[in-house]
């Protein structure tokens, strides 16, 4: 089976910049995905890390460490649309299929 | 314009009746799957199918059946024997043409059983 934890909820301010960590136990990884989910909508796909190291898109990066099953979303120049829940999902080598994390409720407050 | 659609939005049904969920994609992908969303849950695997006239279980498959005819179409049958049947649903495609194979999300239903 697989294992992914990521905190609940987080809080930060405008204009902040904001980590949210992923860590995953699992055998055969291939790709980690972070998603951003506003209230009552669908998931939107944010990122994508199968190798080690950062990818940056724009205001978002994400980083990907194998060895040690863990993964961060970093919010960078915090707007206040960003407040939705970020969702953690790994894949496993093989299937198409995803498992998701529970998913981080972020707060960005004035 | 492509996409992923799901009707109705909410969905209201009384306890022992089966109610089908529809998905349909314009976007030409193999796959599609069908998740359940519960408040502090995240997403949960129903259902997935990777070809036309297949589908395997998935996490939670008890209570819900599927059919994939056509390639644009994966609808989702919530039983009488699911016994929670209140949640948000959520259909998803991808495709093998993309290079991470990442999924595409409708916009989901609402299912609330009394």
């Known amino acids: 089976g697989q294992n992914i934890d990521q905190p609940t909820e987080m809080t930060a301010t405008e204009g902040a910049i904001v980590q949210i960590n992923c860590t995953y136990q699992t055998s055969g990884f291939n790709g980690l995905f972070w998603y951003q989910q506003h209230a009552g909508e669908a998931p939107t796909f944010l990122s994508y890390?199968?190798?080690?190291g950062l990818e940056e898109k724009g205001r978002f990066s994400s980083f990907l460490s194998r060895s040690k099953g863990y993964s961060y979303l970093l919010l960078k120049e915090l707007q206040m649309k960003d407040s939705a829940s970020y969702l953690c999902?790994?894949?496993?080598?093989?299937?198409?299929?995803?498992?998701f994390g529970k998913g981080t409720m972020l707060l960005v407050s004035p | 314009d492509g996409g992923i659609t799901q009707s109705p939005k909410y969905l209201f049904r009384k306890e022992g009746q089966n109610v089908t969920l529809s998905c349909e994609q314009n976007?030409?992908?193999?796959?599609m799957y069908w998740y359940r969303q519960d408040p502090g849950q995240g997403l949960r695997l129903i259902y997935y199918s990777q070809i036309v006239n297949d589908f395997q279980k998935g996490d939670i498959a008890e209570g819900y059946s599927v059919s994939r005819e056509k390639k644009e179409s994966f609808p989702l049958t919530v039983t009488s024997a699911q016994k929670n049947p209140t949640a948000f649903y959520l259909c998803?495609?991808?495709?093998?043409?993309?290079?991470?194979?990442?999924?595409?999300f409708g916009p989901g239903t609402r299912l609330t059983v009394t």
């Open positions: 998803a495609s991808s495709s093998r043409q993309s290079t991470i194979y990442e999924q595409y």
């Open positions: 890390n199968v190798l080690d």
């Open positions: 976007l030409n992908h193999d796959a």
């Open positions: 999902a790994v894949r496993v080598a093989g299937y198409s299929t995803l498992t």
